[in-house]
């Protein structure tokens, strides 16, 4: 079965400054890999996935990923964050073969001061 | 427009009680799902859905019960047996798996409900 680390529960960062959240997965098949972004009492948006295909993924307000086949990893980055990036963001894995169902990590809360 | 609804947005439990959230989508996905969000923990799969009629447990389907009669609707009950409910409830839905598009591994999620105990 599949499986999705966040190491870093939370990340605080000045405004303007680069980030990046880490995910690490675990499968013995070929993955899909997403990010969702959650704001306070809220549903989860879909940031970006990694379906096939070139392994840098874009998404929506600046954010992108690289997957790491070698690495198992899938992490998150943006260039120069701003306040409104205070969310927590979720990775999630799911396996490419029929239904199976979407694996979340534990989520990491991205704290943007100015 | 096309979206989720979770209902109520805030619900309160007494000991022994059932209680029911409601999830309605119209945006014609096959596939509905339920999951409960800790903090700490991520999301977590109680049920779900792939066909009306039709429904499997998820990893903590304990104390919780489903139905989906109709294609628009799938409620969740948290029965009495649920010792620890208080959470935030999270619905979702998915295209089919048989539509050949990229788009059908994205899951469109409500707005939650959190559910405590009084």
């Known amino acids: 079965a599949q499986s999705v680390t966040q190491l870093d529960s939370q990340v605080p960062v000045f405004e303007e400054a680069p980030v990046e959240l880490r995910c690490n997965y675990s499968?013995?098949?070929?993955?899909?890999l997403f990010w969702y972004v959650q704001y306070p009492n809220q549903g989860l948006q879909l940031l970006l996935k990694y379906l096939s295909g070139s392994t840098l993924v874009k998404g929506i307000n600046g954010f992108e990923a690289e997957f790491n086949k070698s690495q198992t990893s899938f992490h998150l980055r943006k260039p120069s964050v701003h306040i409104s990036d205070t969310a927590e963001y979720f990775c999630a894995v799911k396996e490419n073969t029929g239904f199976q169902k979407l694996v979340f990590g534990t989520g990491t809360r991205l704290l943007v001061s100015p | 427009d096309g979206g989720i609804t979770q209902s109520p947005k805030y619900l309160f439990r007494k000991e022994g009680q059932n209680v029911t959230l409601s999830c309605e989508q119209n945006l014609n996905h096959d596939a509905m799902y339920w999951y409960r969000q800790d903090p700490g923990q991520g999301l977590r799969l109680i049920y779900y859905s792939q066909i009306v009629n039709d429904f499997q447990k998820g990893d903590i389907a304990e104390g919780y019960s489903v139905s989906r009669e109709k294609k628009e609707s799938f409620p969740l009950t948290v029965t009495s047996a649920q010792k620890n409910p208080t959470a935030f409830y999270l619905c979702a839905s998915s295209y089919p798996l048989v539509r050949p598009s990229a788009t059908n591994e994205k899951l469109f999620f409500g707005s939650g409900t959190q559910l405590s105990v009084l």
């Open positions: 499968s013995s098949v070929s993955v899909y």
